[in-house]
């Protein structure tokens, strides 16, 4: 019976950082993170505050999480990454069952001729190229039809708040509302809203190609998490908190694993979900 694991890239702040410690504390999953830099620190950061009053369930928790380096803007290190994730999580005996793929940066374009070449060109590296690479590494270690997956208890399931993990595997790239080109009522964001365009784009094509590889044991999905406060978002604070719309990582976190948990094989597979769980029609 296939064992299965997580992987959350990148973990160092934001998303990925509340992300991470939220698997910790609902799943008993080994966990496989990643940071740009200073891995043994983001680990330490992660760990921070999850300490049990049991010891042993602490030192648990801790040998569950690994944190490797790795820049999505450089295949070589995703390529790196890969082959240790290989070494912790043999294929012949492990799956990956939730595959995180977040990163993300926003340089605002309300105007073509604030477009300029080089930011553009990093805005599409990161957030496009980026889980682009990490589907190439690491997409390889979602289950394949014939995978004998574990129960959903094995595999770590939890009941807390009605979360929980969704039988088959899921592979989820973080995308945007402002992708949808039938969305875009505004214009603007020239270079992001390009990028997150793709990502949906992707997506649907990883998800046929796991139709044919994975059956019903694996999905492919883009997600939008709605405005969290993070560093990406932070010129918006302001408005969008006015608003009530202005979320923190940690409930962030919790709302995608909701939407992630609750997810239906032919339902969703391909497509592109909100926090909500509603479908963003490309």
Not at 118 to 126: F, I
Not at 151 to 163: F, I, K, L, P
Not at 212 to 227: D, F, N, Q
Request: with cysteine; glycine share 8%.
């Amino acid at each position: 019976m296939s064992k299965p694991w997580i992987f959350v890239s990148p973990s160092s702040r934001g998303i990925g950082h509340a992300l991470t410690r939220h698997l910790l504390r609902t799943t008993t999953l080994p966990i496989l993170a990643t940071a740009r830099s200073d891995a043994a620190k983001v680990k330490d950061s992660i760990l921070s505050g999850l300490n049990d009053p049991n010891p042993q369930r602490t030192e648990d928790t801790a040998s569950r999480l690994a944190v490797l380096p790795l820049d999505v803007t450089d295949e070589h290190s995703i390529r790196a990454a890969a082959e240790q994730a290989g070494q912790l999580f043999p294929r012949q005996t492990h799956h990956l069952h939730l595959g995180f793929a977040l990163p993300g940066i926003l340089r605002i374009e309300k105007k073509p001729q604030q477009i300029a070449y080089d930011d553009a060109l990093e805005t599409l590296r990161v957030n496009l190229l980026g889980p682009l690479m990490l589907m190439k590494w690491f997409g390889d270690f979602l289950p394949r039809k014939a995978a004998d997956l574990a129960s959903s208890d094995a595999q770590g399931r939890t009941s807390q708040a009605g979360q929980g993990i969704p039988r088959h595997a899921v592979w989820l790239s973080v995308a945007a509302r402002v992708g949808s080109t039938s969305d875009n009522r505004l214009g603007g964001w020239y270079s992001y809203r390009a990028s997150k365009a793709g990502v949906i784009s992707a997506m649907r094509s990883f998800d046929l190609h796991l139709k044919v590889a994975s059956a019903e044991k694996a999905i492919g999905i883009a997600y939008h998490p709605g405005t969290v406060k993070t560093g990406l978002s932070q010129p918006f604070w302001d408005k969008v908190e006015q608003e009530g719309k202005l979320f923190s990582p940690e409930y962030a976190a919790e709302r995608l694993m909701e939407v992630v948990a609750r997810t239906e094989v032919e339902r969703d597979r391909g497509g592109c979900l909100d926090w909500k769980g509603e479908v963003i029609v490309p």
